[in-house]
């Protein structure tokens, strides 16, 4: 039993190492992009298009940045196919999904480090100058927040400890099996066809920016193109969502209602008094 908690030293490690390179996500996709001093583009001089894709210095960055994402891809993709992990089952065990996790945190932030802005380069469209300068980036930023206050709601409701491989453990040291076993023809069937359940808010921080440089361009039309590959929800999937939905609102309204009854019996809690 004690050689099998020690599981749970990698899992938690690699839910550490992913829960931070979120943070370093939302920094890097939203933060640098839309606040001033962040990163952002600045206003420049127009420049043509004919120089700039002959210009080294846009090309270079692009190369760069071309190389990242394709890593990022290759990894997520090729580590996901059932070749490469019954490979990694045989090598890791139970701690495959922990280690996948924890690949895919790694690749993007080799991603997001080494991530080179175009800054001699055209923009596709600039609201960064007046009269557009403050509330444009308003805009952006609150539909970012909420983008992002989405993607983690649905991460919630997707069983986090579960993508992030921690249940897979829990339920070896209990000797429960796999926890994806437990689950319902029509959820597996689901988790087949939706890798990316965040897909629209993703792409909503991806394109909601102020100033669209060249190398904001590159990531948001390359990881559109890949989340779309990724995404083949059929109808029979979005009736299975909205009926697991409409069951986490009942559990909620019912968890309501119950402590609204108990503070009519009781009242509230001591400390809680004005």
């Given at each position: ?90 090598c890791f065990g139970v701690l495959q999904r922990s280690f996948y996790v924890f690949c895919t945190a790694l690749a993007l932030q080799l991603l997001m480090r080494y991530w080179q802005p175009v800054r ?60 994806l076993a437990l689950k319902s023809v029509r959820a597996v069937r689901l988790y087949s066809h939706l890798r990316h359940p965040v897909y629209l808010e993703f792409l909503l921080v991806l394109w909601a ?66």
């Open positions: 039993m004690a050689a099998q908690l020690l599981l749970l030293v990698p899992a938690l490690g690699s839910f550490l190492f992913t829960f931070g390179t979120g943070v370093e996500l939302i920094r890097f996709a939203s933060l640098r992009a839309v606040l001033p001093g962040g990163g952002r583009p600045e206003a420049t001089s127009p420049v043509e298009w004919g120089a700039a894709l002959r210009d080294p210095r846009v090309l270079r960055p692009l190369a760069v940045d071309l190389g990242l994402v394709v890593l990022f891809v290759l990894q997520h993709s090729l580590m996901a196919t059932a070749l490469v992990k019954r490979w990694t089952t045989s001699h380069g055209p923009l596709l469209w600039n609201a960064c100058t007046e009269p557009w300068d403050t509330w444009v980036p308003l805009i952006c930023f609150i539909l970012h927040f909420i983008a992002w206050l989405v993607i983690f709601s649905v991460i919630l409701i997707f069983d986090y400890a579960e993508l992030m491989g921690i249940k897979q453990v829990y339920y070896h040291c209990l000797g429960m099996g796999d926890p920016v102020p100033c669209l440089a060249l190398d904001r361009l590159l990531l948001a039309g390359l990881f559109t193109a890949y989340l779309s590959c990724g995404h083949s929800l059929d109808q029979q999937d979005y009736l299975y969502l909205r009926a697991q939905l409409d069951k986490k609102f009942l559990v909620f309204s019912r968890e309501e209602a119950a402590y609204g009854d108990l503070l009519a019996r009781n009242g509230p809690a001591p400390g809680k008094e004005s």
